[in-house]
């Protein structure tokens, strides 16, 4: 069972910076894509970044050019380098993660990022 570890979420003024970290605990299955989902309120959840296992990434528009998503496959390990930071970003960080030959989705428990003066 893959389980996904999240780190990094907290409180920022607008603006600012912050990283989130998520690391696949499960390395015999082969990890696919991984990335970030976030959840606003009242909001739906949403994708904000993906990066599959050869590097290539996808990014929601909202974001491109202020977040960057990076991954070392040894590790089954993203980061998620946020800059520029608006109160519209605030929300609940979900990591995601695709394993195995059926491409089985996992999620992880969700760190808390606030942007707020």
């Known amino acids: 069972q893959v389980q996904l570890m999240e780190s990094g979420g907290g409180l920022v003024q607008p603006g600012e910076s912050l990283t989130l970290s998520c690391a696949a605990s499960?390395?015999?299955?082969?990890?696919?894509?991984m990335g970030w989902y976030r959840q606003s309120p009242g909001k739906q959840r949403e994708l904000v970044a993906l990066?599959?296992?050869?590097?290539?990434?996808n990014y929601a528009d909202s974001v491109k050019d202020r977040f960057i998503l990076s991954r070392d496959n040894a590790k089954n390990t993203v980061w998620l380098q946020m800059r520029s930071l608006k109160v519209e970003d605030t929300g609940v960080y979900y990591c995601?993660?695709?394993?195995?030959?059926?491409?089985?989705?996992?999620w992880g428990q969700g760190t808390q990022v606030t942007v707020s003066s």
């Open positions: 499960e390395t015999s299955r082969e990890i696919h894509r």
């Open positions: 995601f993660a695709q394993s195995g030959r059926m491409r089985d989705d996992h």
């Open positions: 990066i599959s296992s050869g590097g290539g990434t």
